[in-house]
């Protein structure tokens, strides 16, 4: 069975509760309600229900926090095994506001979180090394960002070698200018990124915050990896990939957009579950713009499980031959 690694980092979430912007004047804003996420852990969770062997490798404290993320990926289907616990840390904190069209904003407390610390513990070498037992690494510009430069450097070295036993290395770009010390470092961390990954999953909203004014052309071309997904401002994904390109339009929505929280975070678990069971590119593209489509219709990061979509059978693929 085929397997993933995501690497990253999941966050307390503070979510405005339904009718908490009605408090009163000096309220602090009305209720909020307590829950988990981070962009790849999201993505974990889905590939999860999409019946993939998925684990997911980061950093948390030893307190109660910590184990009921713990106990909610299990519940999930999603390994903790490469899970590192770090006696008197803890998780980051964020809080998301929406605006009347589902749009979110972010606001995060993490500087001290056990996540940032994965690369320089002595557990890390070994987690490293596991990496060359998957069929796929997966992470995000999130991911990267929370790590020094010494740490990046620790990670691709050890995701260089994993490819040398056929792991094949997917790259999400989702971009968050906070994250980052300035924009010229994110472009460095892109740059190794690119040169290093077997599939990048990008978007225009990502890479035009990074290179602005450029052209469509002008930003697939900055990425020399042979298949590429780069999602438009509309629903519709452009793919380059050996041996062709295409474009992929999502169907249109039947549903009024409620949350765009983890939009692309399920689309990358759909197409990277798709790619796995040998669909091609295009048809794993459509799975991806499917997912995203329902997400976006609920409130949260993880919609109920009865919303998931039918599965969908493709040709069967052979561990480390898979997404090829």
């Given at each position: ?85 770090l006696p008197g840390k803890l998780p980051g904190l964020y809080m998301i506001q929406l605006d009347a069209k589902g749009e979110r904003q972010f606001f995060h407390w993490r500087d001290s979180a056990a996540a940032r610390q994965l690369m320089n513990l002595p557990e890390t070498d070994e987690l490293l090394n596991s990496l060359m037992s998957y069929d796929i690494i997966y992470l995000s510009a999130i991911t990267l960002s929370i790590y020094d ?176």
């Amino acid at each position: 069975m085929a397997s993933v690694a995501c690497i990253g980092e999941c966050m307390v979430e503070l979510r405005q509760a339904q009718g908490g912007a009605s408090a009163a004047p000096g309220q602090g804003g009305g209720l909020y309600s307590r829950g988990f996420g981070g962009d790849t852990l999201n993505t974990a969770v889905y590939l999860a229900r999409l019946e993939i062997k998925v684990d997911y490798l980061t950093a948390l404290g030893d307190d109660a926090l910590s184990a009921e993320m713990i106990a909610a990926w299990n519940a999930e289907g999603v390994g903790t095994r490469r899970v590192v616990r770090l006696p008197g840390k803890l998780p980051g904190l964020y809080m998301i506001q929406l605006d009347a069209k589902g749009e979110r904003q972010f606001f995060h407390w993490r500087d001290s979180a056990a996540a940032r610390q994965l690369m320089n513990l002595p557990e890390t070498d070994e987690l490293l090394n596991s990496l060359m037992s998957y069929d796929i690494i997966y992470l995000s510009a999130i991911t990267l960002s929370i790590y020094d430069a010494a740490g990046r450097e620790r990670l691709f070295a050890a995701i260089k070698r994993a490819r040398l036993l056929g792991t094949r290395f997917v790259f999400d770009t989702n971009f968050r200018a906070r994250g980052w010390p300035d924009r010229d470092v994110a472009r460095e961390v892109f740059a190794a990124a690119f040169a290093a990954a077997d599939i990048v999953l990008t978007s225009t909203e990502d890479l035009l915050a990074l290179y602005p004014g450029e052209t469509h052309e002008q930003l697939m071309a900055r990425i020399p990896t042979p298949e590429l997904v780069f999602r438009l401002a509309e629903p519709v994904s452009l793919l380059r990939f050996p041996g062709g390109t295409s474009e992929v339009r999502a169907e249109p929505m039947t549903k009024p957009v409620v949350d765009t929280t983890a939009a692309g975070d399920s689309f990358a678990a759909a197409y990277i579950a798709a790619r796995l069971a040998g669909a091609e590119p295009d048809e794993a593209a459509q799975a991806g713009h499917r997912l995203a489509s329902l997400v976006i219709c609920y409130p949260g990061a993880i919609i109920p499980g009865y919303a998931m979509p039918p599965k969908k059978r493709h040709r069967p693929a052979a561990s480390r031959q898979a997404a090829k």
